[in-house]
């Protein structure tokens, strides 16, 4: 009976074993969708899927790759352009301007003739005045004394040109005039002349006629006062004496002009625009036309 009992045991569990598998597989299906019942996943994809998640990288690291190998292929690109269009289209430098200074710090300084000082009033004059007024204006080889070779003093060049210069003091007695005029570029190169002059002065009275710390009532007032002979002073300011009538050139014999001295930039006084224009304009006050007559002897220093 025992017997019996376990036979019938073993056979009712095994049944219930067997329904109760086939329970759980039904239910499974039963959570699978309808496509995924009919077409179940091969072995071939499986393994496709697992090396997809083992060899591929992920999609953001291809992307940033790819994005940095395009930058870099851009910048390959734009230098290769921009070399391209440096080398057909190259960059021209502007070539500078010469200056006085530099043409006249390379060229050898060369003394001034007559022909320099006709030149710029040719220049300046040419579109100011008529033929007839030119030609009043020009000035033969008489009316000059002779150059300074750039190898005289002041004092050397005065002695040479102006021989008789004692005879010339004697004689001039007039005041408000003088004897002898200087003209220069500045107030200290007209400071520098007047210490040159020592050896050729004698007693002879000098007066500095330029505009600086010295006012023009004052220098009139001077003039007036007694006889000076040697006038050393800038174009401005001779010009300015003349106009107010404190400086007159009746007595005037000898004028010369510091020509072919030059300052720190290598200019000479003809050089600098704007003693060039009150130099001509001296010269054109109509109060020396004495050099046209053969009165009064322009000298180039």
Known sequence: ?????????????????????KEEDAAVEEKKS??????PPTPQAKAGKKR????????NAQKKKKTGQEKETVVVQKTKQDDGSTAANP?????????ITDVLAVSEPKPGCPADLQNIVVQYFSDKRS????????????????SNDLTHSLSSYLKEVCPKWAKVQKQHT????????????????????????????????????????????????????????????TPGRLQCLMHKDGLTVQSLTHLVLDWNWRDQKYRRMADIPEIRVDLLKLLDTGKLRGCSDGKVKIGLF
């Open 174 to 233: 007039e005041k408000g005039s003088v004897a002898l005029l200087i003209v220069c570029s500045s107030a200290l190169r007209a400071i520098e002349l007047i210490k040159q002059l020592t050896t050729f002065k004698g007693d002879a009275k000098v007066m500095k006629l330029f505009a600086k710390h010295i006012k023009v009532e004052e220098q009139v007032k001077l003039l007036q006062k007694g006889v000076t002979h040697i006038g050393v002073g």
């Open 91 to 99: 960059k021209k430098k502007r070539r500078k301007k010469k200056t």
């Open 1 to 21: 009976m025992g017997d019996d009992l376990g036979d019938e045991w073993w056979t009712h569990g095994g049944n219930n074993s067997d329904v109760s598998d």
């Open 131 to 146: 033929v007839i007024e030119m030609e009043e204006l020009q000035l033969s080889d008489s009316n000059f004394l002779k």
């Open 52 to 59: 997809k998640g083992l060899t591929e990288p992920p999609a």
């Open 34 to 39: 309808p496509e995924e019942s009919e077409k």
